[in-house]
């Protein structure tokens, strides 16, 4: 079982930057696909960003552009750089562990992910 924390969130102003980290432990992220998803308050966890055990990366189309997600799993830990950020996204943001089977698969929606962090709130302000 793997145990995820995060960290890196704040308050930023509208165009600024946030480094999201999440640090893993009790087993290698190499096993697991890794995903970034959010929450605003009243609205549904949405997904932002996903990476597959190769690399693969996916994200969502409001994010395309601004935001990169990466992985050291030499380090345990997966990062999203967020630049050019907007009011809208402000929210809670959590990642999350897949155990993938195949080396190549990104999953996009929360069903498909096992383990989850804490979260990290992250407020833009306009």
């Known amino acids: 079982q793997v145990q995820l924390v995060e960290s890196g969130g704040g308050l930023v102003q509208t165009g600024g930057s946030l480094r999201l980290s999440c640090a893993a432990s009790?087993?290698?992220?190499?096993?697991?696909?890794m995903g970034w998803f959010r929450q605003a308050p009243g609205k549904e966890r949405e997904f932002v960003a996903a990476?597959?055990?190769?690399?693969?990366?996916n994200y969502a189309d409001s994010v395309k552009g601004r935001f990169t997600i990466s992985r050291d799993n030499a380090k345990n830990t997966v990062a999203l750089q967020m630049n050019s950020l907007k009011p809208e996204d402000t929210a809670v943001y959590y990642c999350?562990?897949?155990?993938?089977?195949?080396?190549?698969?990104?999953?996009?929606?929360?069903?498909?992910?096992?383990?989850w962090g804490q979260g990290t709130q992250v407020t833009v302000s306009s």
């Open positions: 009790g087993r290698t992220i190499s096993r697991y696909a």
């Open positions: 990476i597959s055990r190769s690399g693969n990366t």
């Open positions: 999350a562990a897949d155990e993938a089977l195949y080396l190549t698969v990104v999953t996009t929606t929360s069903s498909g992910y096992e383990y």
